[in-house]
């Protein structure tokens, strides 16, 4: 089993900052891509960031410039900064692990952290 705790959502003013964290815990061997999802209320969990093992980013395009992944191997915890924050991305943001476990591939996904914008 992969377990992944999420923290740092809260509420926040619009042009705000936060910075979310997800570490992993379990008998995996190796995590290979990190990445974070979103979803608001009454719409489809959507990519945010995405990270590769060798620590190229990816970001959806609504946050570009505004995003930053990163990851610490050491201590397999991706991390998402939020910059200069909207009201539209108020969603529920979830982490998601892939890698090895046990020889087999896994997807693991966090409990998901309340992220709030107000204009």
């Known amino acids: 089993q992969v377990h992944l705790v999420e923290s740092g959502g809260d509420l926040v003013q619009a042009g705000g900052s936060l910075r979310l964290s997800c570490a992993a815990s379990g008998r995996f061997s190796r995590v290979n891509a990190m990445g974070w999802y979103r979803q608001a209320p009454g719409k489809e969990r959507e990519l945010v960031a995405h990270?590769?093992?060798?620590?190229?980013?990816n970001y959806a395009d609504s946050v570009k410039g505004r995003f930053t992944i990163s990851r610490d191997n050491a201590k397999n915890t991706v991390y998402l900064q939020m910059n200069s924050l909207r009201p539209e991305d108020t969603a529920v943001y979830y982490c998601?692990?892939?890698?090895?476990?046990?020889?087999?591939?896994?997807?693991?996904w966090g409990q998901g952290t309340q992220v709030t914008v107000s204009s």
């Open positions: 990270i590769t093992s060798d620590g190229t980013p």
């Open positions: 998601n692990f892939r890698g090895l476990l046990l020889g087999t591939d896994f997807t693991s």
